[in-house]
T-cell receptor, first 112, second 114 residues
Framework: DQQVKQNSPSLSVQEGRISILNCDYTNSMFDYFLWYKKYPAEGPTFLISISSIKDKNEDGRFTVFLNKSAKHLSLHIVPSQPGDSAVYFCAASTSGTYKYIFGTGTRLKVLA | SQTIHQWPATLVQPVGSPLSLECTVEGTSNPNLYWYRQAAGRGLQLLFYSVGIGQISSEVPQNLSASRPQDRQFILSSKKLLLSDSGFYLC????WGLGGDTQYFGPGTRLTVL
């Protein structure tokens, strides 16, 4: 049972435009969400997180939006840059469980 | 600052051979430690996590095992590798990032079972 889903395996965006990566979850107990970026043959790098008490968190070019009623979160990258080309994973956790559930990832390609 | 090490970086092993992957963390004490696997075209699958020395929780039944002999050392093992064990193995630890717990990952080990 995939509790965290990233239904788009890939996404291509022109440089300078907005990239929107989506993530859906099924477990209503999740209260903390994270986004990671991963290059081939490297470990994922933390990008941004959001607690369920918020609906938006922003850090530079990266913004994460959380819609609890829809059990949906998204990562916006503005403006997109070629160096953003990577696989992006969303992850979810429930406080006190010590466990993080990851989605299957979305491969973003930013075209110059 | 905290650092997480994994070795080896790459490994090619025959089916049926044993496995030992090591992960160590520097710059923190009593971290929660995790082993994940990324199989080809798949997401990150949580295999094991540990909240303390000798404490191991298994998430997926398989022929792998984990041990935590020291506070900052986490080992992934197998007695007999299967072809399906091929993948990219990642160790991670929990740190406190902006807004809450954040998992920080090591560089990974690419395991190919032939």
């Amino acid at each position: 049972d995939q509790q965290v889903k990233q239904n788009s395996p890939s996404l291509s965006v022109q440089e300078g435009r907005i990239s929107i990566l989506n993530c859906d979850y099924t477990n209503s107990m999740f209260d903390y969400f994270l986004w990671y970026k991963k290059y081939p043959a490297e470990g994922p790098t933390f990008l941004i997180s959001i607690s369920s008490i918020k609906d938006k968190n922003e850090d530079g070019r990266f913004t994460v939006f959380l819609n609890k009623s829809a059990k949906h979160l998204s990562l916006h990258i503005v403006p997109s840059q070629p160096g953003d080309s990577a696989v992006y994973f969303c992850a979810a956790s429930t406080s006190g469980t010590y466990k993080y559930i990851f989605g299957t990832g979305t491969r973003l390609k930013v075209l110059a | 600052s905290q650092t997480i090490h994994q070795w080896p970086a790459t490994l090619v092993q025959p089916v049926g051979s044993p496995l030992s992957l090591e992960c160590t963390v520097e710059g923190t004490s009593n971290p929660n430690l995790y082993w994940y696997r990324q199989a080809a075209g798949r997401g990150l699958q949580l295999l094991f996590y540990s909240v303390g020395i000798g404490q191991i929780s298994s998430e997926v039944p398989q022929n792998l095992s984990a041990s935590r002999p020291q506070d900052r050392q986490f080992i992934l093992s197998s007695k007999k590798l299967l072809l399906s064990d091929s993948g990219f193995y990642l160790c991670a630890w929990n740190g406190w990032g902006l807004g809450g717990d954040t998992q920080y990952f090591g560089p990974g080990t690419r395991l190919t079972v032939l």
